[in-house]
């Protein structure tokens, strides 16, 4: 907690290396809820880079019981101790550091650290967890190899887990045991773990490429086991494909995935021993969606691949954390994509992705909180933890594939491992492996990590019928962002294809580029300078542009596109991300006018022509039903307000709404239709073909409860009692919550039928917070539920983020009471876990692109948060740059 007005901000540019480097750390835990006893046995050296000659610890919310440096009892006057430090001055060149403190992980609500969670320990220590356990120089690019020994009561946590390898356990006579881990690899602090608990697992050998055999572990608790099946087949996968893909095996002799029900994130990739939220291991049809089974997949990957990209080779500080986590989230896409394995899978998941930039990376990356790739400063690591850092992170990566192709990149990360196994290393040195590997000046390429804000990249195009020439000029600009008001060109690959009048691919030949034997169909240009021309030879007549094909690129395109040309790249487009682009085009021109037009009061009107472009994709069996069903999602309702100078929640609601519930009257018999060709009758099955009907058939029945006719609602209740599945039954609740019709019955019978499954109770807040109906008075009723906990904070999500969220109707009511809500809720979740406080705080860091009635409620909710004493460095940072100018 924040103890003073002026927290710290932290500056890249002030970097220095570590005074001391530790070579060994050897620690001992004596595990108790109230009075936990942590040995620490640290070898230490002056590190020859620095200096310094003072030992700087950390520590936070821990108390010191002694400290010994070389043998040696020290005195309290022989070293300085703050509520966040320890300091040894003028300490010798060697050090053998023992330190013993204590901690209460009981009573540790932050999840950060050493805590308990259902009578179970459980660690987090990314990314400053580790100081609250002991006194250490908790930075990445301080590595030590570690051995652990755990001591606890056997009854109670007959499970004990750390790092790396059991290389002994036992009973120690008084109804405790023990066991020692020893992890052969050095690692920084962030990647410490412990479990201590009452678990069960499911086991398996599992021989890699080479050849050797190595144990696969996944603990639940009990009662869990018949839902571990597909995170294990999960991570098999994984450690086959970075084997096959990148040449990359696992290292350790096990490998441990621990599933636990409170924690802040996804999961974590501690080296050997992987701690996991339930919400992405636990899954069979009962209670688990399709997207439960896709997240279980792609986290349980990225997880894996940590084991290289982010352990064997980490951060040198907090700024660099996109070179671990934007390159992994790459490799989980790959990953995904490779699993699915057909093209078309391969685009439905490039469109999932494009959908979450469009969502959440471009409005921050126009918000306050905008910050590079590799952020220049801040207050409180935790904050940066974004969609920039992962999501956008991970299209830089992307782009330099795009660049240099599949071969191309493999080499670079070859080099990569080749130059910093074992390291703590930066962005630069990641983009200076690709480009040696490969001979390419990738210089003006850094511009992605250092320069914050979503380029704008504008398109105009002239054919010359004499010369059969066919001109794209590209011109880029970025919008100012905080404390950068200029920005200077970036390096952008933009991959283009022509279609002729057929809707067939031209082969391309660019002026002045070698002629290849056979001419491509896709050609990436690169964009490097403010404006640029490039020349297609050799096309006989105007073609349609197909631009930034497969999003090559995280940018906005601007291109003055005709309805006409639209239509014909939604009907023919090969590249089926840019086929569903045009398909977004095409509503989101008509969603604004609609926007208008309710805000004015005025007859609201959708074309023939835009109705019957969607009848054709609905009813084209050639498509996969996943694209088709990704077709049929219109622009959410924040991708729309990134698109209007002033947002009107209320209007913009209204209009996607009447096009929502014309589409669904005017398709109906289409509708219909789809809904009974796409049923899965069998055993359910998560892949990729049935996961694509299921969600074909339920966005045809959420179309039909827009404005349901009796059939409907009694299609979607049947659905609802009969479904074999949770996709199936959680889709048809959905449904009927959204249609306005009375749900309660539905609602009470599925929370009766899984009340004892905590993800799906999760599930049933969730529904219920999006719902249009669902207002303030609502939630709070809801917040008074039994199974309601803000300590939670996957139950915390589950209502308050839906809420504020997934339901802008509601949370910007005209009374400005969501606000008020929100601002008790941010208040409230600060006192108990400050990480989940400021995401939940960021829901209004964008309030003055609202209308101005709006924005007095907004404010005034945001200077309530501010005005509270000892808020922390978390909801501090958030408010305080939502409030500046």
């Given at each position: ?37 942590v ?48 300091t ?6 060697e ?7 204590l ?27 580790f100081?609250r ?32 390898n ?39 050998r599992?021989?890699l ?46 490998f ?21 939220n ?28 940590h084991?290289?990209t ?31 394995g ?47 850092v ?75 019928v ?14 100012a962002?905080?404390?950068?008001p ?21 082969p ?25 021309t ?14 930034l ?16 040309e ?6 023919h ?62 622009p ?23 096009m ?20 899965t009758?069998g ?10 009907k299921?969600a ?17 609602l ?12 949770m ?17 309660s ?71 400005g ?36 009635a ?32």
């Open positions: 907690m924040r103890t003073d007005s002026s927290p710290q901000t932290i500056f890249r540019k002030d970097y220095t290396v570590p005074a001391y480097l530790v070579d060994t750390v050897e620690l001992g835990f004596d595990l108790d809820p109230d009075r936990t006893i040995a620490n046995r640290i070898t230490m050296h002056r590190n020859p880079a620095s200096k310094g000659r003072d030992i700087v610890l950390h520590g936070e919310e821990i108390e010191l019981v002694q400290l010994r440096l070389n043998g040696k009892l020290l005195a309290a006057s022989q070293y300085r101790l703050t509520p966040t430090s320890l040894i001055p003028k300490a010798p060149a050090v053998v550091l023992e330190i013993e403190t901690c209460a992980p009981v009573k540790n609500t932050t999840l950060s650290g050493l805590y308990v969670s259902n009578g179970n320990f459980f660690t987090q220590c990314e990314a400053e967890g100081r356990i002991t006194y250490f120089p908790d930075r990445p690019d301080v590595m030590a190899k570690y051995t652990v020994m755990l001591r606890a009561d056997k009854a109670r946590y007959p499970v004990l887990l750390s790092n790396g059991l290389i002994e356990e036992g009973d120690l006579g008084d109804g405790r045991h023990y066991a020692k881990w020893e992890d052969p690899f050095k690692k920084p602090s962030y990647l410490f773990a412990l479990v201590a608990a009452r678990l069960v697992c499911q086991e398996e599992y021989t490429k080479s050849g050797r055999e190595v144990l696969l572990q996944v603990w639940v608790e009990e009662g869990n086991l018949d839902k571990t099946d597909y995170a294990m087949q999960s991570l098999k996968n994984s450690i086959r494909w970075d084997e096959e893909r990148f040449g990359l095996e696992l290292d350790l002799d096990r441990m995935i621990v599933a636990v029900g409170d924690f802040n994130m996804g999961a974590m990739e501690n080296k050997g021993l992987n701690i996991f339930t919400k992405y291991v636990l899954a069979n049809p009962r209670v688990a969606t399709d997207v439960d089974y896709a997240g279980i997949e792609a986290v349980v990957g990225h997880e894996y691949f084991n290289w982010g352990n064997r080779v980490t951060c040198r500080d907090w700024f660099q954390l996109s070179l671990k986590e934007g390159l992994t989230v790459f490799r989980d896409q790959e990953f995904s994509a490779d699993m699915i057909t093209d078309t899978g391969r685009a439905v998941t490039r469109i999932d992705q494009v959908r979450t930039l469009r969502q959440a990376q471009f409005p921050e990356d126009a918000g306050p909180m905008a910050h590079p790739v590799r952020p220049d400063s801040f207050v409180e690591i935790n904050n940066f933890y974004t969609v920039t992962y999501e956008k992170g991970a299209e830089v990566v992307r782009m330099y594939q795009t660049l240099l192709g599949r071969d191309g990149f493999r080499k670079g990360m070859d080099l990569y491992f080749e130059r910093h196994d074992g390291q703590a290393v930066e962005c630069d040195d990641f983009r200076a492996a690709m480009a040696d590997a490969n001979g390419r000046d990738l210089t003006q390429f850094e511009r992605w990590y250092s320069q914050a804000g979503t380029p704008v990249v504008t398109a105009s195009t002239r054919y010359d004499g010369a059969r020439c066919y001109e794209v000029t590209l011109s880029q600009r970025c919008p962002t905080a404390g950068q200029d920005k200077l060109p970036f390096h952008i690959p933009v991959a283009v294809g022509l279609l002729d009048a057929n809707g067939k691919d031209l391309l030949r660019l002026d002045g580029a070698p002629s290849p034997k056979h001419a491509p169909t896709t050609v990436v240009l690169e964009l490097t300078e403010a404006t640029q490039f020349r297609f030879k050799g096309i006989d007549a105007k073609p349609t542009p197909s631009l094909r497969g999003f090559s690129a995280p940018v906005v395109l601007e291109y003055d596109y005709t309805d006409a639209l239509l014909h790249l939604f009907s487009d090969s590249d089926p991300v840019n086929r569903w682009e045009a398909g977004q085009r095409l509503a989101m021109e008509r969603l604004l006018v609609l926007t208008s037009a309710v805000a004015a009061g005025d007859t609201l009107a959708l074309d023939d022509t835009f109705i019957a472009a969607f009848r054709n994709v609905l009813t084209d069996d050639t498509l996969d039903p996943a694209f088709r069903e990704l077709t049929l999602i219109l959410s309702e924040t991708i729309i307000a990134e698109q209007v100078a002033v947002v009107d929640p209320q209007a913009i609601h209204g209009a996607r709404q009447f929502r519930r014309t589409l669904g009257a005017a398709l109906r018999p289409e509708l219909l239709a789809q809904y009974h060709a796409n049923q009758p055993a359910y099955s998560p892949d990729a073909v049935s996961a694509g299921r074909l058939k339920n966005v045809a029945l959420a179309y039909l409860l827009v404005a349901p006719q009796d059939d409907d009694a299609l979607a209740r049947q659905q609802f009692e009969q479904a074999t599945n996709t199936d039954r959680a889709a048809a609740l959905s449904a009927l919550i959204h249609s306005g019709a009375d749900a019955a539905s609602l009470a019978s599925f929370y009766a039928d899984f009340e004892h499954e905590a993800l799906v109770v999760d599930k049933w807040f969730a529904m219920q917070a999006a719902a249009p109906g669902t207002d303030v008075a609502a939630v709070r009723k809801l917040m008074q539920h039994p199974a309601f906990t803000l300590k939670n904070p996957n139950r915390a999500r589950s209502l308050l983020f839906n809420f504020a969220n997934a339901n802008p109707p509601q949370f910007h009511a005209a009374d009471s969501g606000y008020d809500f929100w601002a008790e809720q941010v208040i409230a979740l600060d006192k108990i876990n400050p990480q989940v406080a400021a995401r939940l705080a960021r829901s209004m860091d964008r309030w003055r692109r609202y209308a101005p709006l924005q007095v409620h907004m404010r005034h909710a945001l200077e309530r948060v501010a005005a509270r004493a000892k808020l922390s460095n978390d909801v501090l940072e958030v408010i305080s740059k939502a409030l500046s100018n």
